[in-house]
């Protein structure tokens, strides 16, 4: 077996200084994004009417169950976790509503 060289890895090459550089100025963009639309997302949940609110999130929860209840046999499992995660979001979701979908709910990250 012959050894790989730096000409048989040409991302090697494209990634010298600068390219690590963008790589990594690319990564903290990304995320940099991904945070302003959660925060985006929260506060238009937060501007809802409270009655509003309270009809989506029973209509998420339906949803998360119809989805991921223990009795549904094709489920994803990355489907779930954002369903989750929506049901979370919701200030009105009480110990019950946090029960419900605790199985796909994100670790604590505090």
Do not use: I, W
């Amino acid at each position: 077996m012959t050894p790989l060289t730096d000409a048989a890895l040409p991302c090697r090459r494209m990634l010298g200084s600068g390219g690590k550089l963008l790589l990594l100025v690319t990564l903290l963009l990304l995320l940099a994004a991904l945070g302003v639309r959660s925060l985006a997302e929260r506060q238009l949940l937060e501007a809802m009417p409270a009655p509003r609110r309270a009809t989506l999130l029973q209509a998420e929860l339906l949803t998360f169950r119809l989805r991921c209840g223990e009795d549904v046999a094709h489920r994803s499992e990355a489907d779930c976790r954002e369903r989750a995660r929506n049901v979370l979001s919701f200030p009105e979701c009480g110990a019950a509503c946090r029960q419900a979908v605790e199985a796909y709910a994100p670790a604590a990250t505090r």
